[in-house]
């Protein structure tokens, strides 16, 4: 469900206890952010509401945001993360949805404010950057047995990236 238009997407997030399970170094120097926090997050910066559940990450901390009938995914990035490389994964996705709707990739929902992203400052005074995304079911790469069906479907996914442009040079 979403709210009305909120206040500036600049928030202020509070040091929470370092025994959150995050899978990435990077994460030791950023005040981490609960469940509670990602929820009034994606509520107030986007206008979505739900329970928020820790999902892995390799830099960013996400966030499953469960609502009654749609699921998001809320991702903070990490203080250290170069805004460059995030502004590179807004701007590839935005990119493969106008290129081609049909492909099976997340789609970024806009702020209440119409941006693509949000920018808080948390309690150790770093910039992060918040972004919510559609979620697409289903497992980790790395847990599926890798066989002909699964090369294959990789296989078309990057020939149709290829097509629109978005190939490795």
């Known amino acids: ?9 600049t928030a202020r997030i509070f040091r929470m206890s370092s025994s959150q399970p995050i899978s990435s170094s990077l994460m030791s120097d950023a005040s ?3 469940g509670e926090q990602a929820s009034y997050l994606a ?12 999902l892995k990450g390799e830099r960013d901390q996400n ?11 809320l991702k903070i990035t990490n203080p250290a993360e170069d805004r460059k490389v995030t502004d590179f994964h807004t ?10 709707p049909t492909l099976s990739v997340p789609h970024i929902l806009p702020t209440v404010e119409g941006a693509t992203e949000a920018v ?17 079911p289903g497992v980790m ?10 090369r294959s479907g ?12 978005l190939r490795d040079s």
Do not use: C, M, W
């Not at 469900?1 to 997407?9: A, E, I, N, V």
């Not at 005074?125 to 919510?132: C, E, F, Q």
């Open 1 to 9: 469900r979403r709210l009305g238009h909120g206040p500036s997407p």
């Open 120 to 136: 808080l400052t948390d309690d150790d005074g770093n910039a992060r950057v918040v972004r919510l995304i559609s979620f697409l």
């Open 43 to 54: 509520a107030r910066l986007f206008g979505v509401r739900g329970a928020a559940s820790v």
């Open 141 to 150: 790469a790395a847990t599926v047995a890798s066989d002909k069906d699964v």
């Open 32 to 34: 981490l952010i609960s």
């Open 154 to 165: 990789i296989g078309r996914v990057l020939a149709a990236l290829d097509a629109h442009g």
């Open 63 to 73: 966030f499953l945001i469960t609502g009654e009938q749609e699921r998001f995914v």
């Open 91 to 100: 701007q590839a996705l935005l990119y493969i949805i106008k290129s081609d």
